[in-house]
């Protein structure tokens, strides 16, 4: 049967100039690190600590959306969103 063949996982890793697909045997990965990120809507940044206060942001649907930055990362990092 076909479907057995098929990966357990198949990740889109996106680059910014490609995608890279990968196969991987579990899910979560065994080799997560999980880390927690907050939003900072005041200073348009994820962050590690929660905000000191809360905030909101709107923006258009149809528009361009928002960008949050960190500061550089010390290591190659690859975030992990997984899908409903």
């Known amino acids: 049967m076909a479907g057995d063949r098929e990966p357990r996982v198949l990740l889109q890793v996106r680059h910014l100039d490609r995608f890279e697909q990968r ?32 905030a909101s942001c709107t923006f258009d649907a149809m528009g361009s959306g928002i960008t949050f930055v960190t500061p550089p990362l010390s290591a190659e990092t690859e975030i992990q969103v997984p899908q409903p």
């Not at 045997?25 to 206060?53: C, S």
């Open 23 to 54: 196969v991987e045997h579990e899910w979560p990965l065994a080799h997560t690190q999980w880390t927690n990120f907050y939003f900072d809507f005041a200073g348009g940044a994820l962050t590690k600590e929660p905000p000191a206060q809360p």
